[in-house]
Structures are given as C-alpha cells and as structure tokens.
C-alpha cells in the first residue's frame, strides 16, 4: 500500500501464447534511491493461479526506482514437458531451450502513487505496460 511518502507495486503475467494467466513464475523486486544508488534486494514472491502476486514486500521510504525480476526459464521448462506432443511449435528455440530465460524491468516512482506493472509474455517476446 503506497502512503504520501512511499510508493506501492503489484503485477500480474499474462501468457499471451495460450491466453491464460502464468502461475508460478517467481518474481524478486528491488529498489533504490537515486539514478547511482546501489540496489537493494527487498524479496520476492511467486505469481498465484490468477498470475498475480498479491505480496510483494513494501519499498522503503525514499525509492525513486524499483525493478521487478520475472523467473520466466523454469514456467516455461513446464510447460513445455507438458505439451511435449507440440514438438512443432518449439522446432525454431533449439531444442528446447528457453529464449528469455528471465525479464527484467526497471522503472521509475514517485511517493504516494500505486504503480501496478502487468507482463505480457510468450515464448519469444514480451511486453509490459503501467497498468491501473
């Protein structure tokens, strides 16, 4: 929950390849305060039945960017021992291999906002919007 001096974050994955949410994908966030501060690891989550990740931790008071890491390889692994009669469809990612074994994105905040960061992802590209 964002306050006047703090910013708040949630995101959900899509998986725009079958049209259903991605469950499971473990998600780190970290933030920072200034363009040349160092990082700083706050912990993670995974995405839930619905795609989401509804307990992401809170970023400190002072945060002007976070960026949000997606463990895509491992939802993508699964899915794909569990179509393996889809051989067709993965003839092009060498052997199996995942193309973007994670994501990650980094943007800018400003206290007293919610920032809410949706993933739309396949199994060779993605997009992200600021969602509401």
């Known amino acids: 929950m964002s306050t006047s001096t703090t910013a708040s974050v949630s995101t959900h994955i899509l998986d725009t390849s079958v049209g259903r949410p991605a469950e499971g994908v473990a998600i780190q966030l970290a933030a920072r305060s200034g363009r040349t501060a160092d990082w700083q690891a706050l912990g993670g989550s995974a995405t839930d039945a619905d795609g989401r990740c509804k307990d992401l931790p809170a970023l400190p008071e002072g945060t002007t960017h976070v960026r949000l890491d997606f463990a895509v ?56 919007y600021r969602g509401s």
């Open 73 to 128: 390889e491992t939802y993508f692994e699964k899915k794909q021992a569990d179509a393996q009669q889809d051989a067709p469809a993965n003839r092009d990612s060498g052997a199996g291999a995942v193309f973007f074994p994670e994501v990650a994105i980094t943007f800018a905040v400003v206290p007293g906002e919610h920032y809410h960061v949706p993933l739309l992802l396949n199994p060779f590209g993605y997009s992200v």
